[in-house]
């Protein structure tokens, strides 16, 4: 499910967007590819930062657009790490029995959008955030802390 998402924003959403703003999306993707790489098998963001910056006004990018949206982009973009942490408490709401009604998902959805941007740069945050936001639907404690740390541990 995570996948999937992922693969939607990879393969819709920002396609869209470079369409609409006239980007070469494909040829982007092709320069920073390896820099792709090793933020997923770091798992961080930050370990690409200055390269990246680099690759992007290499690609034609003004220096003042790279140094203002990356930073900004690496504290605030946090797609994946709210569609991870979205599945994890539909599993758990469902596996606890807890209210999965749309009302009770949208405020889970809303909770990890606005947790979320506090979790940069912060290794296993998302424990955090999976407390906060399992809270107001009823989730006890124990079983966010046990799904997170079997996944990343």
Known sequence: MVYAGL????????PLIAAIHRIRYVALLKSIANLAGIAFVTRSSE?????????????????STTSFVVPLG??????????YQA????????AYGADTS????????GVLVILSKGMANVASASIV????????????????????????G
Do not use: H, W, Y
Request: net charge negative; with cysteine; aromatic share 6%.
């Open 129 to 152: 955030v999976l407390i906060a936001a399992g809270n107001p639907i009823g989730l006890p404690a124990e079983g966010r802390c046990q799904l997170d740390q079997s996944v990343s």
């Open 47 to 63: 370990a690409v930062l200055a390269p990246l910056m680099g690759k992007l006004e290499d690609f034609g990018v003004s220096r």
């Open 7 to 14: 693969a939607t924003v990879l393969g819709a959403l920002f």
């Open 102 to 109: 749309l009302p009770a998902l949208l405020l889970m959805v």
């Open 87 to 94: 599945v994890a408490l539909v599993f758990l709401a469902n």
């Open 74 to 83: 690496c504290s605030f973009n946090t797609d994946g790490s709210v569609l």
